[in-house]
Structure formats: C-alpha cells, structure tokens
C-alpha cells in the first residue's frame, strides 16, 4: 500500500467513527475527541464517549452552551470554547454538566443572543456588536479609540464601574455575564487590488462594510468613508465583486472566516475591539444553588485567564497563514494613531449623544473613560 493509499485509509476510518460516533448521540464526545487531535480509533472514540456520559450521568444540572465557532477556532480566534466547558465543569466538581452546541448548531449573532434572553439556551457566546440589541450599553466599547487597545479594553471590562454601571444593564435584560473576552482591535482590511489604509485621507470614499451598529457607521462616516451595510454572511462576496471595498474584523476573525485570499493589506488602527462575551440566561443562573454560582463565576475567572494567554499566538497564528496568500499587515506610529484619534476619537462632540444615551449621563462616562485608562490585575498583550 503507498503512503497515499494509507493516508485515504486511515481518513476514511476516522469519518466512519466520527459518523457513528455522533449518529450515536455523543456529539461532544466527538469533538473532543477530534480537538484533542487523537485519531478517530474506536478505542479512543470510546473511551472518550464513556467519560462524557458518566460526567452527564453525574451530573446535578446540564448547561447548554451554545457558540458561533467550530471547534478549533482557538488557534487564530482565542474564544476557548473547550476549556469552558472543562472549567465549568471541574470548578463545579462536577454538579454542571455543559452540553456544547458549536459551529451555530442553536443560531449566530443576534438570534442566538435571543434564544438566551428567552432562556430556550442556558448560554451562549456572542460579539458585543450582535449583543448590543438586548443590552444596549455594551455597545459603548465601538466609540473609537475609547477601548480600541486590547490592555484598555481588559482594564475596561473587568473594572468596578463596568460592572456596576453596564453589568446592571446587562442584567436587567435578562443576561448574566460570565466574561467578557479580549479577541483583538478591529483591523481595517482592503480588498485585493487595493491600497492600504494608512491615515485618514486613504479612507475617502471606501465603501467600508459595516454591521447593523450605528456607531461604527458613524465612525467611517466621519472618518471620510462610504459606510455600506452588508450582512455578514454576505460580506465575503460583497468584497470579491467589489460592492464593498474594505471591512472591519480582527485579524483572527478574517482568517477564521476565510478572508485571506481575498484581501490585499491589514491595518492595525486599534480604534475599536473586536470583542465577545460569554453570558447565561439570569433566571436560570438564578435557579442554581449558590455554590454553583460561585463555581460558574471562578471557572469564568479561569477561561478570561487563559484567553488573555492566548491572545498573542492566536494573532501570530492567523497572520502567518495570511501572509502566505500575499497579505500585507501594517502597524501605525503613535503620530499617525493620533491623527485618527483627533479624527474620528470619542473626545469628538459627535459622541456626545451616544455617551449620555449608553452609559446614562456624561459623568458616568467619564468614570468608564478613566477605568480604560487605568491597569488593572490583568495583563494582555497588544497588537
């Protein structure tokens, strides 16, 4: 047999035991046993199925979580799905059992965050951007240059005024956060056949993808784009035919969603975060026994501990493999982020409407601007 013949063999093997493995109902099994890179013997499909039905069976309370990602999106988008779902699990020792539901098997964006609100999923792992319609003072980490950095944003959202102020917001719709997880700033990123968008005179006439978000169209307004609202599961050909010439994710999230070979150049700007949460249903994290709280709350703790370590290597990882399809990266000088910020940055008066709207009044902004600033216990590297 050549090396090609058995390499057809074994991958063959593997999606018949991935196949009987999830046609037998243990799904989580299955991507465990794939994410920890193990191939698909029976034995080891086995044995991992065992354990996760005896975690299952032990358990006192079962815990859908539902994400957006594949498993593996880690490696270049550090949202750490599989280590959640461990931490719970072992913090709560093992009185929480968490059902993964990846890959938007239970809905993406708003729609998952929707069936959380209404407590049809225990909880799930949305982009501020798509939360900001049931909790609507999130939505104040896209004012430009107000948390951009990764170090502001992690000072930002683990603050005592967050939590008071926006956490109250938060959940009086219904959400409980769990943490709040640090990805990397938007980038702005050109189509092929483009040029990079190095100061604010190179963004005249763009036609920049947005999402929804009123305040990111009103950033690339003001900055000199032609703001274009495009779904996101539209975007990727939007960029191809050029009805949009540039768009906004984090490094990770392009390569993540099969970008690269279809962009030109990548600008770190560091205006705004590309930033996600992970947040439980309220009335069911309220039903838990307080032990189980505490336990969901230290596991938290862990995962944002580890996503931060990540952080880095998830950037190097992504812009490694972009860079082999031709992409070029550029980072600004403190002069040229200063333009922007003196462009299109929160200090504006444009912001003002949004600042009292979101965070309640001008002096609660204020407090929140200053928290940004101010380091806290947790460090994480920039971009």
């Known amino acids: 047999m050549t090396d090609r013949q058995m390499e057809n063999e074994l991958a063959s093997a593997e999606r018949r035991n991935f196949l009987k493995l999830t046609g037998a109902g243990a799904f989580t099994a299955a991507m465990l046993v794939g994410a920890a890179g193990v191939m698909w013997s029976d034995e080891a499909v086995a044995q991992t ?34 280590d959640v779902k461990e931490n719970i699990q072992n913090a709560s020792n093992g009185k929480i059992y968490v059902k993964l539901a990846p890959g938007g098997q239970l809905g993406i964006g708003s729609a998952l965050a929707q069936k959380v609100q209404g407590r049809t999923v225990d909880a ?23 948390c951009g950095a990764n170090q502001r944003f992690v000072n930002l959202v683990t ?37 990079a968008i190095i100061t604010p005179a190179d963004l005249q006439g763009v036609k920049f993808r947005v999402p ?13 784009a032609n703001p274009t609202p495009v779904a996101w599961g539209e975007t990727p050909s939007a960029i191809k035919q050029g009805v949009a010439d540039a768009l906004d994710p984090s490094v990770g999230a392009l390569y993540a969603f099969g970008f690269k070979d279809i962009l030109s150049h990548v600008t ?36 944002f501990h580890q996503n931060l370590a990540k952080v880095p290597s998830a950037r190097a990882f992504a812009m490694a493999e972009m860079a082999k399809s ?25 912001w003002d409407t949004f600042k009292t709207e979101l965070a309640g009044s001008m002096d609660t902004f204020d407090q929140l601007v200053e928290a940004a600033g101010t380091q806290g216990k947790y460090y994480v590297h920039d971009a």
Not at 127 to 145: E, H, K, Q, R
Not at 171 to 182: L, N, S, V
Not at 213 to 223: A, C
Request: negative net charge; aromatic residues 14%; proline residues 5%.
């Open 124 to 146: 799930g792992q949305f982009s501020l951007s798509n939360f900001a319609p049931f909790a609507p003072a999130v939505d104040l980490i896209n004012m430009p240059y107000f």
């Open 159 to 195: 603050s005592e005024i967050w939590k008071k102020e926006v956490d109250a917001l938060v959940e009086a719709r219904g959400f409980k956060p769990m943490f709040y997880f640090c990805i990397d700033p938007r980038v702005m990123a050109v189509r092929q056949g483009g040029s």
């Open 212 to 224: 929804g978000s009123q305040m990111l169209q009103q950033f690339y307004r003001m900055g000199g």
């Open 49 to 82: 199925a065992r354990e996760e039905s005896e975690r299952e069976a032990a358990a006192e309370h079962i815990m859908t979580l539902a994400t957006e990602y594949v498993i593996g999106t880690s490696r270049s988008y550090p949202m750490m799905q599989l």
């Open 326 to 350: 031709g992409v070029e990266f550029h980072s600004l000088t403190e002069d040229q982020l200063a333009e922007w910020q003196d462009t299109v940055g929160y200090q504006r008066s444009e």
């Open 268 to 303: 770190f700007t560091q205006a705004v975060p590309d930033s996600q949460v992970y947040a439980c249903n309220l009335e069911w994290y309220n039903s838990l026994p307080g032990d189980v709280q505490e336990a969901i709350a230290w596991a938290s703790e862990m995962s």
